[in-house]
Structures are given as structure tokens and as C-alpha cells.
């Protein structure tokens, strides 16, 4: 039996401890903000929080988890848009939209230890999360704008 | 039709006096996962008090109700055409809601690819609003009688300007729709100085649900009692199966069954691939039961492929002659003549799509019909492939559209569909099918890998007087006839046969090559090797010529001419060429802006930096754009930055379009720096994000800038125009920056160390 809490809630588990935090959190818990992108780490599609930082969901095993703290895009901000949704919306940033909940997970783990990022620390910090549509530009000035900066 | 339409409405409208609020509320879905409303009963468009058409149903609350029937990929669709309709509508935006049409002709084609949703629907949403307002005006006028002439739309209400009065759409629902739909003849459009919304633009309508994680991809798609599959397909394209042991995979907890599906007839089309399918209760244990099957396979013919060889093969086709698809002038006296000549070879390379979300969808089959939830370009073509492939009739398959997780082309395609479909026939309850990432790439309908030779003869001051170029690919039609290897007229008609320079003399050749994958649409489509190949050359010849690669390109472009292709076949993306000419002017004119916005004549550069410039028609939108870039000592390429303008005609949402455009020089980034599929013994090499690698925030053009050219054109094509003039303008800046000429992609293959 495995302890955690997800989004505020104590959850217990029973299943494979080999099962990823991804698909207990998606076919489980049903909670499908957080996207299936490659299974690899290599995408960051899955982005989520673990006590505060950034996690490839896809490759943690839930084995790994006990006595965790997970946050997901669903509960970025309990009240309200998350001041980097906001310059999400503001930058119009998203395309299709579906790498960008770990694209905003892996910004705000970015921005709660480097509250003001410059090119290389954003570049870093974001080079692990895909974006297919490109929307590469939107997302360093998205960040910049929720750092409080002029992009 | 109209009428017909008018009279199912009032078919509902009776219905409506005594259920009509009861019929609304069982419609509206939850936030979050999808819940199944079955049987489907139409939109709420359908329901609504005045429906005047299928796109569009206004209710007594002075609700908007408006039907994307095109799929939202990320290119804004689903915002976009709405707003033209809610413009001509003169409807309030913010009393506007959006709902997803599923597969039905009566929408018209739902085909979203080919860059023309708003092309081929512009007119039709205006007419739709239009129809509405002229309903409601008629309404409002009778109510006070007055003449119609005194009569207005403004934002949501009619008003009558003396006496002043104002009634709102919703009032005037129910007597509205008492009238009988206007035809077209009578329609009155608003002038663009009135319009609220098209070229002004909205932004996604989606938007807050994508950054919540609250938006519905077919990754998310529910239903009740559903379970999971993920399916082992034949590594080689046809292969079947010989035998399998499914025992260790049934050990896993969670896995249920396991199912063989049986490998398709050629030709292919959508059909299954086959393979096993491992049925579970989560989408783990069907990858984990999937890992555990042991299966031989009979490989089949097409084990023969292998691309090293293959590269080889194609190139020798491109030296031959091949078979002519554009003459002009005397190509072959031309060179007979003498003079210097110039030959070049290009290659291009097998790509894989890679949206982010990888092909995925849920079927129910219940009852002789088939009920899908699925992110597809194509809910109509679903319902074709998935009826022949159950023997049901088409209106028995309800397609929903669920949003895209990007597409690209990939989801024109609904073999995944079909599979889910086969699927849930056999095990009885719905089934969600998961394709991993190493499916998606091995498994993809691939972008053909193409080779094109080039060869020209110049004047002495460097000029073409004769010029032939050859491109040899795997073709699409391959797809749907297993025994075809040359080119469609539409493939060759991106930027091959369109080829627009001013040359005396010139012939355009297509020669054969068999496809041993699946060959399918992909972004931008065959422009991408094409406008490699003759932008490229056009750089080498600039060169050659000693000439600034700016002024050599609109010299070759020559005077200003509308071309006149009536001796070839070109179908011009199914545009009307009158409506939708190749106009030089057009060209020379975004080449102009890119090159003054560029700072091409003024810019200063380090060493080791350089700019290279291209221009390109495709999907009726003329785009060029400068690549700046600089290499490294070690052989790096970075990619400061990229400058694009663009001539879309009408340009009905700037804001998106500028996105679009941004995006396809990132997706241009990933096929010429990184992108190559290859085969070995018929199995495809790559697998994932490691060793199919795509570009990333920090390989991407550092600065994207996008340039509207003003046009009084009509509305043309934005989501694919974009891509194909990037690789070679790219490649050009790498000659500048090192004198090194790439005529191979992707780049990272080329050594490029100083």
C-alpha cells in the first residue's frame, strides 16, 4: 500500500508499484491534464510536481512515491489562473495545446528556484519539454512576462 | 436544400414547445472527460429555436450556437471559421458558443488538410450569417412593420433607427424562425469596413482549457465500462502473422485478453496494419502485456527495403529520363547549344509526423452501429474506412471529433480508428486503442523520401536558357494502389510543375519509385522537397553568376506574368486558377519585403554567420523567408534567426496566422537539421524522441519574425505555407556562412566543422 497525495487529496494505492505516476493519474485517478507525449523522459509532456519540483511522470513508478506530494495542472492554482497561465494566455501560446500543461509545470518549477530566468536559464530549463507546433518563442516570452520582464 | 433544412427545423421546432428545454439540457457535455450522449441527437445548432442552416442555431436566450465542422489541430479552425459566421451574423462573441460537428456530409467536406478550411468555407459562413441576420431582420421589421430597409444589425440586436427601438436575437428566435429561409440571391454582406471580427482576429476560443488542462484530446476520450489496447504490429508493412504465444502476457495483472487482427488486403488505405492486439485495464498493463507476447512473423515482400540501398536506387532513377509533366520551349536543344552547364543532385529523406499526441481513439460497437471518439482530420473518411471495415453503412458510424494533439497530416489518416472499431466489435464493450511514441514513428504513413536532379545551361551573364529538373519520390497514390510509383499531378504540382522562374526552355520530370511503407501527407506535403531542390539550385546559380542571391532570384522571376500552366495538368490544390492564379508580382513582392524587413542589404555579420534566402508558392500563399545562421568552428549550426513574409490574400484571423507561420519554420527546423526515418530489412530504425529528435526551445530560430503582406486577394492558405521555403533558405545562409552547399538532408549528417 502505497501513501500519497495528489492535488490536496490522500490517495492510497494498491496496484503494480511498476505502473508510472502517468497512467495512475490518467486512467486512475482520471485526471488526463497530464499528457502521455513518449514514455521516455524525453518529451516532458507529462510534467508534474513532486513537493514543489518538476517530474517526468511517465518514468517515476509509483513504488517511488510513498509519502509524496504531487501536483498537476489541474490544481496548479487553487483559486484562479496561475500567473504563468496568464501569460500563457496572454502570449497566445498555445497551438494544439497538448504538450503545454508540462510545458506551464516545467515554467512554474523554473520560475519558484529562478523567479528571474534569463535566455539561458529558460533554455535549460525548458529544453526537455517538445513542443511540435513550435511555439518555442511564446513560451520564452510567456516565461519573461510572468518573471515580470519585458520580453 | 435550404428547405429541406427549414423543414427538419420546424420538425424540431414543434417538438421543442413541449420538450424544448429538456432536449437542451440532456446535451450539454461535463467539463473534463467526455461522457457518451447516445444515440447521437445532432448539435444544439439542430435544436435551437431559428436554425436557419446547419452551421448555425440561435436560441430564445439570444444563445449563438456555431458548428465547427473542421477538425481543431492547432491551427485555430475552430475559432476562426466561426468568427467569419458570427461576423456576418453581427453576433456578440461573448454570447457565441462553439460546438464540434461529428462526421456528416451534410457539413460539406470535413477533410481539414490542404491549408483550406478557410478557402473552400469562407463563403459559406458568411452565407450562413448573413442568412440568420436577414431572418432576424425580417422578423423585427414585421413586428413593427416597417419597411426591411429600416432595419439593422448591430451587435446582437436589430434596431429600427426612427423611432429608435431595439429588440435582441433572442427575442426574436421564434418569430424568425417562422419565416422561410432566404435564398442566397437575396443576401446582403457586410462591407470589410464593418467587420468586427475577420482581420481583426480572436484568439483560440479553446484558450483557458489549454492551459488548464482542462481540454478534451482523443487521449482523453472516455466511456463508460471501456477498456485499454495497444496493439503489436508486423514490423515490416504487410507482414502477418506466423504464430504467437500469449501466455506471459496474460500473467500480467490487469491484461484480459489478447486479440489477432488480421493484416490488410493491399492496397492499405486506412485499413488495420493487423498484429495483436493485448486488451487490459489500464493503459499500463496493455504496454506491459504487449512487451511479454512472443511472435513470429511472416515479413513478406517488403522485408526487401532497405534505405541505404534504396537512397541509391532512387538517385540512378533521377539521372534517367523520366516522364515529362511540363514542357516549355525546346529543353533539349537548349542544352545543345553549349554553354556552361550546371547539374546538382538533392535528397530528402523518409520523415515521420511525430505529433505530440500519437494516433489514439475510442470505439463502441453496439447495436450494428459504431460510435468513435477520436482526434481526426477526417471524421467523414472514418466513417467510409470504418464501415468497409465492419460491413456496416456509413450513417451506422458516428464520428465524434475530439480536439488534435497536432496532426500534421498524420490524422488524415484513420487506420487507428479502424482498429479500435475492430476491436470493440470483438470483445463487446467500448475499447480505447493507445499507440505508444514507438508505434507512431515505426508505424507512421511517412513523408515519401525523395530524389531530384537539377540541371541547367546559362547565358554568360549566368542566366538560365535551359533548365530541367527530375524528381523522383514514393508516391502517395501508392497508398490507395499498390502497383502505382509515380507521382500524382498534385504532388508534382507542389513546386515542381509550378516552378515559376522565366526560363525559355524547360521541362519538369517525374520518375518512378516503389514505396515499401506508407506513404502519406505531411505537412506541406512534396513542396517540402521540391522547394528544397529548386531553391537550393536557384542559390547555386545565383553564385555561380556571381550575383547577390536577392536580385538573382527576381531576375529569374522575371517580368511580371500570371503563368500559364493550360497546357499542363496542374491542380493548383483544388483552387480555381482563375480565382487562384500563379501571379509573379505576388512572389516578387514578398521576396521584396522579406528582404528589406531582413535587413538583407544592410546587416552586418560575425564570422561564421549567414543569411540565405528562398520564396515559395504553395496552397495559393506566396512565402519567403531569410534564415539567418550561424556555424560553429566545431560544426554547430544556431539558428538566430528567421524573417518571413507572406501574401495569404484576405488574412481572416492575423494573430493565429502569425503563429502558424512561427510554427512552421520550427517544424521546418526539425526535417532540415534532424529529421530522417530509415529502413533496414523493411523495418523502420527509429523509435522515439532519442533517435528521431525534433527541434527544441534551444535549437529553434531564436528570433521568428512574421510579416502580413497586405492583399486584396481572397482568403488563401496559412498552416502549411510556411515550411517548405525554410530548409532551403537555411541551407543558402550555411553556403554564405562556410561556402559549404548542403544538397542533402537532414543537416546533421553533413559535416560541417571548419
Redesign the interface.
Known amino acids: 500500500m502505497i501513501r500519497l497525495k495528489v492535488n490536496g487529496v490522500e490517495r492510497s494505492f494498491n496496484?503494480?508499484p511498476g505502473?508510472?505516476l502517468l497512467?495512475y493519474l490518467?486512467?486512475?485517478l482520471?485526471?488526463?491534464?497530464?499528457?502521455?507525449?513518449?514514455?521516455?523522459a524525453?518529451?516532458g509532456?507529462c510534467t508534474v510536481h513532486r513537493d514543489g519540483k518538476a517530474i517526468r511522470a511517465c518514468v517515476t513508478r509509483m513504488g517511488a512515491l510513498a509519502g509524496s506530494n504531487i501536483t498537476?495542472?489541474?490544481h496548479?492554482s487553487a483559486a484562479g489562473?496561475h500567473p504563468v497561465?496568464k501569460a500563457?494566455?496572454e502570449h497566445?501560446?498555445?497551438?494544439?495545446?497538448?504538450?503545454?500543461?508540462g510545458q506551464?509545470m516545467q515554467a512554474v518549477a523554473l520560475l519558484n528556484t529562478t523567479p528571474h530566468p534569463n535566455d539561458q536559464q529558460?533554455?535549460?530549463a525548458?529544453?526537455?519539454?517538445?513542443?511540435?507546433?513550435?511555439?518555442?518563442?511564446?513560451?520564452?516570452a510567456a516565461i519573461k512576462a510572468a518573471a515580470g520582464e519585458r520580453a | 436544400m435550404s428547405d429541406i433544412l427549414n423543414l427538419s427545423r420546424r420538425g424540431f421546432l414543434k417538438g421543442m414547445v413541449t420538450t424544448g428545454a429538456l432536449v437542451l439540457s440532456v446535451r450539454f457535455l461535463p467539463s473534463g472527460l467526455l461522457a457518451e450522449p447516445a444515440p447521437y441527437a445532432g448539435t444544439h445548432a439542430d435544436h435551437s429555436t431559428l436554425h436557419s442552416g446547419v452551421y448555425v442555431g440561435i436560441d430564445t436566450d439570444g444563445t449563438v450556437y456555431i458548428v465547427a465542422h473542421r477538425s481543431e489541430m492547432g491551427t485555430g479552425i475552430r475559432t476562426s471559421l466561426p468568427m467569419v459566421l458570427a461576423d456576418e451574423l453581427d453576433a456578440d462573441w461573448k454570447r457565441v458558443k462553439i460546438e464540434q460537428a461529428i462526421g456528416d456530409a451534410r457539413y460539406g467536406s470535413q477533410e481539414t488538410d490542404g491549408s483550406q478550411s478557410i478557402r473552400e468555407f469562407y463563403d459559406a459562413m458568411r452565407e450562413a450569417g448573413a442568412t440568420a441576420r436577414l431572418m432576424l431582420t425580417r422578423a423585427a421589421a414585421r413586428q413593427w412593420n416597417v419597411p426591411e430597409s429600416e432595419c439593422r444589425a448591430d451587435l446582437h440586436t436589430i434596431v429600427h433607427a426612427s423611432p429608435i427601438r431595439r429588440l435582441s436575437y433572442g427575442e426574436l428566435t421564434m418569430a424568425a424562425a417562422k419565416l422561410p429561409v432566404p435564398d442566397k440571391k437575396e443576401l446582403q454582406f457586410k462591407p470589410p469596413s464593418a467587420w468586427r471580427y475577420v482581420g481583426k482576429g480572436m484568439v483560440s476560443y479553446d484558450l483557458s482549457q489549454l492551459v488548464t488542462g482542462q481540454a478534451v484530446y482523443g487521449m482523453d476520450a472516455h466511456m463508460d465500462n471501456m477498456v485499454y489496447a495497444s496493439v503489436e504490429h508486423p514490423p515490416v508493412l504487410g507482414g502477418t502473422i506466423k504464430s504467437y504465444d500469449d501466455k506471459a502476457a496474460l500473467q500480467i495483472p490487469g491484461v484480459r485478453q489478447t486479440i489477432p487482427i488480421d493484416t490488410f488486403k493491399p492496397p492499405h488505405e486506412y485499413q488495420a496494419l493487423g498484429g495483436v492486439a493485448v486488451i487490459a485495464d489500464n493503459t499500463w498493463a496493455a504496454f506491459q502485456g504487449r512487451k511479454k507476447l512472443n511472435i513470429t512473423w511472416n515479413n513478406g515482400p517488403h522485408a526487401v527495403f532497405n534505405s541505404d540501398d534504396f537512397k541509391k536506387e532512387m538517385q540512378a532513377t533521377a539521372r534517367k529520363p523520366g516522364k515529362a509533366v511540363r514542357n516549355e520551349g525546346d529543353v533539349d536543344a537548349g542544352f545543345a547549344k553549349g554553354g556552361k552547364v550546371l547539374e546538382a543532385d538533392y535528397y530528402v529523406p523518409l520523415l515521420a509526423h511525430a505529433s505530440m499526441e500519437p494516433p489514439v481513439a475510442v470505439a463502441d460497437f453496439r447495436d450494428g452501429k459504431l460510435t468513435a471518439w477520436a482526434p481526426t482530420q477526417d471524421p467523414q473518411a472514418t466513417q467510409d474506412a470504418v464501415s468497409k471495415a465492419l460491413g456496416i453503412a456509413k450513417e451506422n458510424v458516428i464520428c465524434h471529433v475530439t480536439l488534435l494533439g497536432g496532426a500534421f497530416g498524420r490524422k488524415s489518416m484513420p487506420d487507428y480508428i479502424v482498429e479500435a472499431s475492430l476491436l470493440s466489435k470483438k470483445v463487446g464493450r467500448p475499447v480505447k486503442v493507445v499507440w505508444t511514441r514507438e508505434d507512431d514513428i515505426k508505424f507512421d504513413y511517412f513523408h515519401a523520401v525523395a530524389a531530384m536532379y537539377m540541371k541547367a545551361a546559362v547565358d554568360d551573364k549566368g542566366m538560365p536558357t535551359a533548365w530541367l529538373q527530375r524528381s523522383v519520390f514514393t508516391p502517395i497514390p501508392s497508398t490507395f494502389d499498390a502497383s502505382a510509383t509515380y507521382g500524382g499531378d498534385d504532388e508534382m504540382g507542389m513546386g515542381f510543375t509550378d516552378i515559376p522562374f522565366d526560363i525559355p526552355n524547360l521541362r519538369v520530370e517525374n520518375g518512378p519509385a516503389v514505396a515499401h511503407v506508407r506513404i502519406g501527407w505531411l505537412r506541406s506535403v512534396a513542396n517540402v522537397y521540391h522547394a528544397f531542390a529548386v531553391q537550393s539550385f536557384m542559390d547555386e546559380l545565383a553564385h555561380n553568376a556571381g550575383r547577390d542571391p536577392v536580385e538573382y532570384l527576381l531576375a529569374l522571376l522575371g517580368r511580371q506574368r500570371v503563368l500559364d500552366l493550360k497546357a499542363t495538368k496542374y491542380p493548383n490544390y483544388n483552387a480555381d486558377y482563375q480565382k487562384f492564379p500563379i501571379d509573379t508580382a505576388r512572389l516578387r513582392k514578398v521576396v521584396e519585403v522579406v528582404a528589406e524587413k531582413s535587413g538583407w542589404r544592410k546587416r552586418r555579420l560575425a564570422k561564421g554567420r549567414g543569411l540565405g534566402i528562398a520564396v515559395h508558392r504553395s496552397f495559393v500563399t506566396y512565402v519567403a523567408s531569410v534564415v539567418e545562421v550561424e556555424v560553429t568552428p566545431q560544426g554547430e549550426v544556431h539558428i538566430p534567426r528567421v524573417d518571413t513574409a507572406l501574401d495569404a490574400g484576405l488574412v481572416v484571423n492575423p494573430e493565429i496566422t502569425r503563429a502558424q507561420f512561427q510554427g512552421a519554420n520550427v517544424f521546418a527546423t526539425s526535417l532540415a537539421l534532424m529529421g530522417e526515418i530509415t529502413a533496414k530489412n523493411g523495418a523502420i530504425e527509429q523509435s522515439n524522441f532519442n533517435d528521431y529528435p525534433v527541434a527544441r526551445i534551444n535549437e529553434a530560430p531564436r528570433e521568428n519574425n512574421i510579416y502580413i503582406v497586405e492583399s486584396a486577394a481572397p482568403p488563401a492558405g496559412v498552416g502549411e505555407p510556411g515550411v517548405p521555403p525554410f530548409a532551403p533558405a537555411l541551407c543558402n545562409a550555411i553556403f554564405a556562412a562556410t561556402g559549404k552547399r548542403i544538397r542533402e538532408l537532414p543537416l546533421s549528417k553533413a559535416s560541417l566543422k571548419a
Open positions: 496496484g503494480d505502473m508510472p497512467w490518467r486512467d486512475i482520471g485526471l488526463t491534464g497530464t499528457k502521455y507525449g513518449c514514455g521516455m524525453l518529451c509532456a498537476t495542472i489541474e496548479l489562473l497561465q500563457w494566455m497566445n501560446v498555445p497551438q494544439c495545446g497538448y504538450c503545454q500543461s506551464i529558460i533554455e535549460e525548458m529544453s526537455g519539454n517538445i513542443c511540435r507546433c513550435g511555439t518555442y518563442n511564446r513560451i520564452r
